[in-house]
């Protein structure tokens, strides 16, 4: 892979406060938070079955994320280090984070305050292709590591809404433990287990939406104030 570069996500957001939507869009495009799409078990698209894909919503373009459960099997330092010698020896996992630019990297990490060229994934938690950010995010060990992904996800205005709306994802209220969670042996299958465990299917909030209903319930959430996020 060789030539791969970082991925500038061109993103236009006020740091510290949550970005206005234009509420020509669609429920899901209007939605102010971030979400966790669980692909349904009847989803067949190869780009996305059995997938959990941490999505976020910037202002001027479509839903945008990152697959968080397909390995690419190399490492940063495979696939980076032919152009950039001093990351060679990096032996952080590479994932497949969806079919628009593989020859990209965008990256997941955790920062105290909202970079202006980064896409808010809930809590401190942050997507970003930004080379400054880059160089800043391969400097932190131990618990903040970030992790990196070949490509992102994204869709056009109202293509998310019909996908939801048809059945294909269980949409979730993001878990920022689960975007770091490189451990489970089946990320996707632990979700669609929580989704239809008897605890979930008797909280609503739990149990997700899919269909009419999480678009309908993305709707009244983009409706409702939004609470103050400081700055």
Known sequence: ????????LAV????????????????????????L??????????????TVVAVSFPPD?????VILNRP????????????????????DPLWLGGPVAQDGVVFVFRAPEH???????????WLSGDGTLFAAAIARSGTATPRFFLGFAQWADGQLDAEIAR???????????????????????????????????ADPAAR?????????????????PSPASGG
């Open 37 to 50: 799409l669980v692909a349904a078990p009847t989803l067949r698209d190869a780009d996305f079955a059995r």
């Open 61 to 65: 373009v479509g839903p945008m994320g």
């Open 208 to 224: 997700g939406a899919s269909g009419p209903a999480a678009v309908a319930a993305l709707r009244r959430r983009a409706a409702s």
């Open 167 to 201: 059945g294909d994802w269980w949409v979730l209220p993001m878990d920022s433990r689960v975007l770091f969670d490189t451990a489970a042996p089946d990320l996707w299958q632990a979700l669609v287990d929580r989704v239809r465990s008897p605890s979930a299917q």
């Open 115 to 125: 970079p202006l060229v980064a896409l808010p994934l809930g809590d401190d938690c």
């Open 1 to 8: 892979m060789a030539g791969v570069a970082l991925l500038l």
């Open 72 to 91: 690419a099997g190399a490492s940063l330092g495979q696939v980076l280090g032919p152009s950039r010698p001093d990351l060679a020896a990096r032996d």
């Open 12 to 35: 236009a957001a006020s740091a510290g406060r949550a970005v206005a939507r234009d509420l020509r869009s669609g429920p899901v495009e209007d939605a102010r938070d971030p979400v």
